[in-house]
């Protein structure tokens, strides 16, 4: 991963998760406190709705790992799996302004490795995770999701879908420094993300309310 810089400069919004932590700006900090900040986050952020239905159709990030248990789900929770995102996940924290502040936090955690980690119990930190709810926006892409999926022929809708749209984002990121590749690739989303009909209504709505409650 790459290095993570802080600055002193990040200020809480209602679009940012990164909130400035009291002087000293280091703060001690266990791998169970971080892994439990990230599934509270993930579970404001209402992803469990988007699983169920990439789940039903097959996709589950989890299959074939030796640490899941059939009926009991994941028995080794790590900081990997926990800061790793798919295709739809990355979208979603994007659309809402939260990726970066997730991949800022997330960098800060040493010793993530695929589906287990070395993360020390105890590590120090720049910023914390503040969850948003933004429950009703994720529902709303689970249930774009769900029809697609049932509206399609092509087993594994979706999960292509997931794929492409992950690969974009992560090009996002790549080329970020490159206006015109960045445009194009925000242009892919968009078309991408086109059958999303009912997700970019609840969106606009989340970012509209969160407008308002900050002109109060
Ligand atoms: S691939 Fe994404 S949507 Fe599917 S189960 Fe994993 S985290 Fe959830
Ligand atoms: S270790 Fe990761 S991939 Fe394996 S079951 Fe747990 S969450 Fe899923």
Not at 75 to 100: D, H, I, P
């Amino acid at each position: 991963m790459p290095g993570f810089t802080p600055s002193s400069k990040l200020k809480r919004n209602s679009q940012s998760l990164l909130e400035p932590m009291p002087t000293p700006a280091l703060q001690k900090v266990s791998k169970s406190m971080v892994i439990e900040s990230g599934l509270h986050f993930l579970k404001e952020a209402g992803t469990d709705q988007i699983c169920r239905v990439c789940i039903r159709n097959g996709g589950s990030c989890c299959n074939g790992c030796r640490h899941l248990s059939n009926g009991f789900g994941c028995q080794l929770r790590n900081t990997s799996c926990t800061a790793w995102l798919c295709g739809f996940l990355k979208f979603v924290l994007y659309e809402m302004e939260l990726l970066e502040g997730w991949n800022e936090f997330w960098e800060q955690v040493p010793g993530q490795d695929y589906r287990e980690d070395f993360t020390p119990d105890f590590f120090t930190t720049h910023t914390s995770l503040s969850a948003c709810d933004t429950r009703l926006v994720s529902e709303a892409l689970a249930a774009d999701l769900q029809e697609l999926a049932e509206g399609h022929i092509a087993i594994g809708f979706i999960l292509t879908l997931r794929e492409k749209i992950d690969k974009n984002m992560d090009q996002l990121l790549v080329h970020r420094h490159d206006k015109e590749k960045i445009s194009k690739i925000k242009r892919n989303i968009r078309l991408l993300s086109s059958p999303f009909y009912r997700f970019h209504k609840a969106c606009a709505a989340y970012k509209q309310q969160q407008k308002q409650q900050l002109q109060q």
